[in-house]
């Protein structure tokens, strides 16, 4: 059965709310949680199975560590878990606040989601953890996702990520706000099984929809000439971006109209995995 719009906003609110997970917003949070990951919407976290791929624990051999076992997993708490992802999230939000500060952008740049990884220092407790992912703003993270912008906008040696959005006036966001693991699979279900078409909308569209309505609230924008959008997410949940506004007509959102470019013909049996939509 198809979920209702009324189900999605409980995720608006888990991604754009300073909820915590304690009393009754811990159901909340499970039924939330589950729908994100395809479950069922209610109080037993089915999600859980979803992170066990990047709860990892250390290892000589590998600096990002290596998956833990199925004991050491079970072991590992929902609170630990949630907390981890929600206080890494309260961190980039203060991060982007620094970023927008001060700032009128030329231009956008637009991420998925931020990455995540649950690191077990010590696996005899696999109930201690702590969150090791590095946001793009966060001190000297390098990777794909920070070379990436530091590389666009040939950006002097040693630049941080902020220092080069702010010297090109490029504000930055990801669509999902919160550090959670999203693997291709869910991704492609995202965009073709029927369960995520809400409301005449594919999930990810109205994602998109929600952090497109709180970044225009919280940064300055050029009104004087066109403001170019750069959009850095998989193809599969990209394509349903073209895909939608080509038939629907453009977004608008308190006078701002974003075009998209003609949806890509790329039909999703022929995709290849890892292929970005680049930028316009």
């Not at 072991?75 to 961190?91: C, F, T, W």
């Not at 946001?135 to 902020?162: Q, T, W």
């Not at 300055?220 to 000439?225: A, E, G, L, Y």
Request: aromatic share 12%; with cysteine; proline share 7%.
């Amino acid at each position: 059965m198809p979920y209702s719009l009324k189900q999605l906003l409980i995720l608006k609110e888990m991604f754009y709310t300073d909820m915590v997970y304690e009393g009754d917003n811990a159901e909340r949070f499970t039924s939330a949680l589950n729908l994100f990951y395809g479950y069922p919407a209610d109080t037993t976290p089915h999600w859980k199975e979803a992170f066990k791929k990047v709860v990892k624990k250390p290892s000589k051999s590998n600096e990002k560590g290596v998956q833990v076992s199925q004991t050491e997993f079970k072991a590992v708490p929902v609170e630990l878990i949630i907390g981890s992802a929600l206080a890494k999230g309260r961190d980039i939000k203060q991060k982007l606040k620094s970023l927008y500060f001060g700032t009128e952008f030329r231009r956008t740049l637009i991420y998925e989601a931020p990455p995540y990884s649950l690191l077990i220092q010590d696996p005899s407790k696999p109930e201690e953890g702590e969150l090791v992912a590095k946001f793009i703003l966060d001190e000297r993270c390098g990777g794909p996702y920070a070379n990436a912008i530091l590389n666009c906008f040939k950006s002097p040696a040693k630049s941080s990520v902020h220092q080069s959005l702010r010297a090109n006036h490029c504000g930055v966001f990801d669509v999902i706000p919160i550090p959670l693991p999203i693997n291709s699979e869910l991704r492609n279900l995202w965009a073709t099984d029927e369960r995520y078409l809400i409301d005449g909308k594919r999930i990810f569209v109205h994602f998109f929809e929600w952090a497109v309505e709180k970044y225009i609230d919280q940064v300055s924008i050029v009104s004087t000439k066109p403001h170019r959008l750069s959009v850095g997410i998989p193809l599969n949940n990209a394509i349903t971006l073209y895909e939608h506004y080509e038939a629907h007509g453009p977004l608008v959102f308190k006078g701002n109209k974003i075009e998209f470019n003609a949806p890509h013909s790329l039909p999703f049996s022929a995709k290849k995995v890892g292929l970005w939509i680049h930028a316009f």
